[in-house]
């Protein structure tokens, strides 16, 4: 579907993958307008020609002046990512009501069509390959993260029963510049140490650039309702380590521990950090997600969106450039 002027509303833009969406927008003469909260770092919109706004998805009133009245797409991909149960309730008012809320004033905008940001992980704490029709397991997971993505969809479904055209897009693990939260940790983590110790999990990962795309034509030919997983390549984390490790110059001594061992050590770390103010390195949901093997079938995309899966080594040769041009490297 087409809509002319090409109107966007984006929130996250200031983020990993809302950066890359607003600038792929802008290079196919979208006139974009970003969501921001007051305190957040604008320096890499700065250079952006793009209308910004202040609000927080968990204020509906500021959703209402902000979403301009008949935008073509809205854009919603902020959200919470985090994988530390002491950030559960902020977890879940930025994912489930922001979420709710954003459906709220999108309606309200008389916006032509949401398009959500969810993730993969909705399918929950299940194994093999995914994909579309697989059982949503999410809404019963112990893991917050899964639960409260899984719920923010049933408010992007209400949203649809209530006349709002909707389409939900599911990236896997996603890999590429400007990461400084996801799996660029993972990477840091990979290069401050020549032995590394790692369940015996395996995933599927996406490029950053792609998945913008993906959002880009999910609006443009995705169908009302639909969602779309997006994987591409399948790797277990002992080969993302040792891909990582080529990349650095360094061969990496990987030693892959049970399941169990591994949830063991991510419960025992709760009780040695006390009570910081970042999560740890380690928490039970993040091993957890670690000791996995979830695939991603992502066939309905390169069939319906023209998604480009991309090779695991190019990807990681993005995110691991970038983040040492930037200085985020060392030993």
């Known amino acids: 579907m087409t809509h002319s002027p090409k109107t966007a509303f984006v929130t996250g833009a200031t983020g990993f993958v809302g950066l890359h969406l607003t600038r792929e927008l802008l290079a196919r003469d979208w006139h974009v307008t970003a969501l921001h909260r007051s305190t957040s770092d604008l320096s890499k919109l700065d250079s952006l020609s793009i209308d910004m706004v202040v609000g927080d998805i968990t204020d509906l009133e500021s959703l209402r002046s902000a979403i301009p009245k008949g935008v073509a797409a809205v854009f919603h991909v902020a959200g919470n990512t985090g ?3 002491r950030g559960n309730e902020m977890q879940w008012r930025e994912n489930v009501t922001g979420t709710r ?16 940001t969810s993730t993969a992980s909705i399918y929950g704490l299940q194994e093999g390959r995914i994909d579309e029709e697989s059982p949503r397991l999410g809404g019963d997971s112990w893991v917050n993260y899964q639960r409260s993505k899984f719920q923010a969809e049933e408010e992007v479904q209400k ?12 990236p896997s693990n996603i890999l590429g510049s400007l990461d400084t939260n996801g799996w660029a940790r993972f990477i840091q983590w990979v290069v401050s ?5 790692i369940p015996p999990g395996a995933a599927s990962f996406c490029h950053v650039t792609e998945v913008a795309k993906a959002h880009i034509e999910a609006f443009e ?15 277990s984390f002992r080969e993302l380590i040792r ?9 990496k001594i990987v030693i892959r521990i049970p399941a169990w061992l591994a949830r063991s050590v991510g419960y025992l770390s709760r009780l040695w950090t006390g009570l910081p103010t970042s999560p740890p390195a380690m928490t039970p ?3 957890e997600e670690l000791t996995l093997q979830v695939l991603c079938d992502s066939s309905k995309a390169e069939r319906e969106l023209g998604y480009r899966p991309v090779e695991l080594s190019l990807m990681l040769q993005e995110s691991y450039s970038w983040l040492e041009a930037e200085g985020l490297l060392s030993r």
Do not use: C, F, P
Not at 160 to 166: K, W
Not at 243 to 251: E, R, V, Y
């Open 83 to 85: 994988l530390w149960s």
């Open 101 to 116: 809320n954003m459906v709220i004033a999108s309606l309200n905008a008389e916006a032509k069509r949401l398009v959500y």
């Open 159 to 170: 949203g649809m029963e209530m006349g709002l055209d909707t389409v939900v897009v599911n």
């Open 193 to 197: 140490s020549d032995l590394l110790v």
């Open 221 to 235: 030919q995705g169908r009302t309702g639909d969602r779309y997983l997006l994987g591409g390549a399948d790797a």
């Open 243 to 251: 891909t990582i490790g080529g990349l650095q110059g360094h061969k």
């Open 285 to 287: 949901e993040s091993v």
